[in-house]
């Protein structure tokens, strides 16, 4: 099955830093690529839907300028979440479609933020 | 919103079939049924789809009612490492968002 990858696995930051975090389709090509969070003992919320070459397209709620989207490639897309606060502090989750023509998703392993 | 329920939790003996329920009765004609499950502090895995027939693969069977509105995962021989939480999705096959509900928690237990 198709392989996408995260990076970091997890990552420590101070209150007021920005994080980047990519995701990578390793073996194959992703059309469009998804982010989610997920808070302790909740379900994943999608956050933005992410295609290569055009902006992303937010949920209702998240906010555009805080959780900045680039998918430059059609294997990379990286998620900055930029002047971090600790609410931010989450399980972030990304997913590549693509592989087939049916369209599953294939997710990444998370990246778990702290926030200090 | 998720257009799918499930029930919260249930438990599966250890080489037994587990079956797990999803109602869906909004689904439209063009949508999908997907099934991923989640293990603890891992990103989701991607187990099945459907339309309308049934389907299988090497993890699952899914069974999907003539109607469309509620459909069943099957495993058909637990294992402990198949504790995991399982969703029930809908969606459109292109570009299609997946919206996750509370899921399933499935626990095997030997």
């Known amino acids: 099955g198709a392989v996408v990858s995260q990076h970091p696995s997890w990552v420590i930051c101070k209150s007021g830093t920005s994080v980047k975090i990519e995701c990578r389709s390793l073996?194959?090509?992703?059309?469009?690529m998804f982010w989610y969070r997920q808070f302790p003992k909740q379900s994943l919320m999608l956050m933005a839907t992410?295609?290569?070459?055009?902006?992303?397209?937010?949920e209702q709620g998240v906010e555009k300028d805080k959780f900045l989207i680039n998918h430059a490639s059609l294997t990379l897309s990286t998620l900055t979440v930029t002047s971090a606060h600790p609410e931010d502090s989450s399980f972030y989750i990304c997913?590549?479609?693509?592989?087939?023509?049916?369209?599953?998703?294939?997710f990444g392993p998370g990246t778990r933020l702290t926030v200090l | 919103d998720a257009k799918t329920t499930q029930p919260p939790s249930m438990d599966c003996a250890e080489g037994r079939a587990a079956n797990l329920p999803c109602n869906h009765s909004t689904i439209s004609g063009n949508e999908y049924v997907y099934w991923y499950r989640q293990i603890h502090s891992q990103g989701p895995q991607y187990i099945i789809h459907g339309l309308k027939n049934n389907e299988t693969n090497e993890m699952a069977s899914l069974i999907i009612t003539e109607d469309r509105k509620s459909s069943t995962l099957i495993l058909p021989h637990a294992t402990l490492r198949d504790t995991a939480v399982y969703y029930c999705?809908?969606?459109?096959?292109?570009?299609?968002?997946?919206?996750f509900g509370q899921g399933t928690e499935l626990s095997v237990k030997p």
């Open positions: 999705i809908v969606s459109y096959n292109q570009g299609g968002k997946l919206i």
């Open positions: 992410s295609n290569e070459g055009s902006k992303a397209t937010y």
């Open positions: 073996d194959f090509q992703a059309t469009t």
């Open positions: 997913s590549a479609g693509g592989y087939t023509v049916y369209n599953e998703q294939f």
